[in-house]
T-cell receptor, first 114, second 114 residues
């Protein structure tokens, strides 16, 4: 069964460094999402992406964050200058099309900012 | 704006006992409703969803949930708990529109006693 994959599974970085989290959505999916889950807190929506542009973003998704689909398969989340509070599990998700409401989640990347 | 409330951050049940996880939502219009499960160190897996039609929906692993519009609830049940049901469970909602971003509840951790 097709699945969403994410790399790396774990990343440790120093505060102020840039990180890029990578996701490979299911191949025929067109809508892509990033969520994050700070330890002990609820899963929060960050951004949705369709047709090579952001559809919606939350207030968390400030200028330090960006997303890109650099080729036909990858979907990336970049944090330009990480802060301690960016430490979280980051989940990528995708849906097939506008009429498909079910999001399929990847296993997540655990980011630790020191 | 949509929001989800899960009553009880932790639920402990005996093996073979009923599992009941409560979820209430707030939305200006009836949303799509989901239950996701997260096993330790894994991503989010869809258990079941309600979009339209029959209000009692059955999901994987013997779980089911009932949408009650009058109570704005979508409680999750399983008649007989198994040790493998130990996990964190998230209720989530999305709008019935092109943007299916999910709003999650805080989650309920289920432990199963032998």
């Amino acid at each position: 069964e097709p699945e969403v994959t994410q790399t790396p599974s774990h990343q440790v970085t120093q505060m102020g460094q840039e990180v890029i989290l990578r996701c490979v959505p299911i191949s025929n999916h067109l809508y892509f999402y990033w969520y994050r889950q700070i330890l002990g807190q609820k899963v929060e929506f960050l951004v949705s992406f369709y047709n090579n542009e952001i559809s919606e973003k939350s207030e968390i998704f400030d200028d330090q964050f960006s997303v890109e689909r650099p080729d036909g398969s990858n979907f990336t989340l970049k944090i330009r200058s990480t802060k301690l509070e960016d430490s979280a599990m980051y989940f990528c998700a995708s849906t097939r099309d506008v009429n498909q409401e079910t999001q399929y989640f990847g296993p997540g990347t655990r980011l630790l900012v020191l | 704006a949509q929001s989800v409330t899960q009553l009880g951050s932790h639920v402990s049940v005996s093996e073979g006992a009923l599992v009941l996880l409560r979820c209430n939502y707030s939305s200006s219009v009836p949303p799509y409703l989901f239950w996701y499960v997260q096993y330790p160190n894994q991503g989010l897996q869809l258990l079941l969803k309600y979009t339209t039609g029959a209000t009692l929906v059955k999901g994987i692993n013997g779980f089911e949930a009932e949408f009650k519009k009058s109570e704005t609830s979508f409680h999750l049940t399983k008649p007989s708990a198994h040790m493998s049901d130990a996990a964190e469970y998230f209720c989530a909602v999305s709008k019935r529109s092109n943007d299916y971003k999910l709003s999650f509840g805080a989650g309920t951790t289920v432990t199963v006693r032998a």
